[in-house]
């Protein structure tokens, strides 16, 4: 029932009004992907398969070009919160966009941010809207945030967007500091260990080795193989951190392709622990960002193709899509959310139910809350149950290896005292 193997067609079609649309969508058969376009209204102009087993090399660019610009771009979240419920507060008040942000680009602190504000308002100053002034900034402004302000743009209601929008953004930030917080010491933890252990077998073990040739002690098979260890490390040591560099890059470049991303992302759905925190985190800025795209009357498909470009997840991408495909073909959202089998009861109970009632994007409001609080819930348990676990693994690994370092001695007091 998931679509996940169908193949890719890239469209153009033409609605009744003239209106062109260029996009991609999965069917089994070019007559079932006309049939699909067509049943929208649509008139299609050109649908032609797409190769998706050479054909990578595009979108892989496009992925490593705008992960580099948002490296050089980065703006911290809390600095666009603020600019977002001033930018609201201002034009609320009835001061034009132009005036508001070159206003606030000003004030900013930030010098990257302050660079993007001042060329979004010279934008503006040429006759460009705001969402199409903001776009021209991907590094700094998401999908989401332009789509979100387009849409307020055509309802007339943009202040108000934009101030849901600041909110939505707080809770994100809020979402991930947590997911950092749990995160942060494990990792730090893990990363002493390999320090701790590297200086042994770099440094303090080779100096054992030679204090053990002088006494001519007869080394135990531990500590034989903890010598060995060390001999080999010593000797590999430039080698080792080559192919740890090359391993963590090449990882990084996969995960910038589609069948790769999609496979590093599963596995990281897979990692005990982590792996539902990293689940309840998506979930929380699915519900949060399709209710909110749904509440500012943006089309049910087109929320759907932006959801997919936001999730983060190549597994949520898919299953995304595919409930897209589902929802062309005429089933309602949730129906089409539980055909992926991949969202959780709970998530598709209410949003049926809002489908139901007519209220679909407070009830997803409602889903995000509660996989908000479960984010919070894991957070504490993690941080109350993983610390002292590692602290223990950390302290057993080094009392490990100082005794067995410290064993010939042991063996060589021991021989000395039967000798005498």
């Known amino acids: 029932c998931n679509g996940y193997l169908m193949p890719i067609f890239a469209y153009l079609t033409k609605d009744p009004d003239g209106n062109r649309k260029e996009g991609e969508i999965r069917a089994d058969t070019i007559d079932k992907a006309t049939q699909k376009l067509s049943s929208d209204g649509q ?40 600019f977002t419920r001033q930018l609201s ?11 508001a942000i070159h206003g606030l680009a000003a004030e900013e ?37 332009v789509a979100l302000t387009k849409a307020g743009e055509v309802s007339g209601n943009l202040n108000e967007i934009l101030d849901d929008l600041a909110t939505y953004l707080e809770n994100l930030d809020d979402t991930r500091r947590k997911v950092r917080s749990a995160m942060t010491y494990p990792i730090f933890m ?60 090449g990882v990084w470049l996969v995960s910038k392709t589609e069948q790769g991303g999609f496979v590093v992302d599963s596995i990281k ?52 899509q595919d409930s897209t495909d589902f929802i062309r073909d005429g089933f309602n959202i949730s129906t089409a959310l539980r055909r992926t089998e991949i969202f959780p009861s709970i998530l598709l109970q209410l949003a049926s139910t809002g489908e139901e009632t007519g209220e679909l994007d407070s009830l997803l409001g409602r889903a995000s809350d509660y996989y908000h609080k479960q984010v919070d819930a894991l957070v504490e348990r993690m941080t109350t149950l993983i610390e002292p676990l590692l602290i223990l693994l950390v302290g057993v690994v080094i009392a490990v290896m100082v005794i067995v370092t410290y064993l010939p001695v042991f063996y060589l007091g021991a021989a000395l005292q039967s000798g005498l």
Do not use: C
């Open 109 to 145: 602190k930030h010098a990257k941010l302050k660079k993007v504000l001042t060329n979004v308002a010279e934008n503006i100053r040429k006759g460009l809207s705001l969402s199409e002034a903001l776009e021209r900034h991907p590094g700094v402004f998401s999908n989401l945030y």
């Open 43 to 82: 008139i299609v102009i050109s649908l032609k398969e797409q190769d998706t087993s050479w054909d990578f090399l595009g979108p892989f660019l496009d992925e490593i070009n705008l992960s580099i610009e948002r490296v050089k771009n980065r703006v911290p979240l809390s600095n666009l919160v603020f």
């Open 269 to 320: 759905r897979k990692t005990p622990i982590f792996g539902n925190l990293l689940d309840q985190s998506i979930l929380n800025k699915f519900s949060k960002t399709l209710g909110i795209l749904l509440g500012a009357g943006v089309p049910v498909i087109d929320s759907m193709n932006l959801m997919r470009k936001i999730v983060g997840n190549r597994v949520y991408e898919r299953a995304i």
């Open 190 to 249: 893990v990363a002493f260990l390999g320090l701790m252990m590297s200086a042994m077998f770099l440094w303090i073990i080779p100096m054992f080795s030679g204090v053990y040739e002088q006494l001519g002690a007869n080394l135990p098979a531990a500590t034989q193989t903890l010598v060995g260890i060390s001999e080999w490390m010593s000797s590999h040591f430039g080698q080792m951190l080559f192919i740890i560099f090359v391993f963590f890059v």
């Open 89 to 99: 507060t201002m034009f609320s008040a009835g001061l034009t966009l132009e005036r």
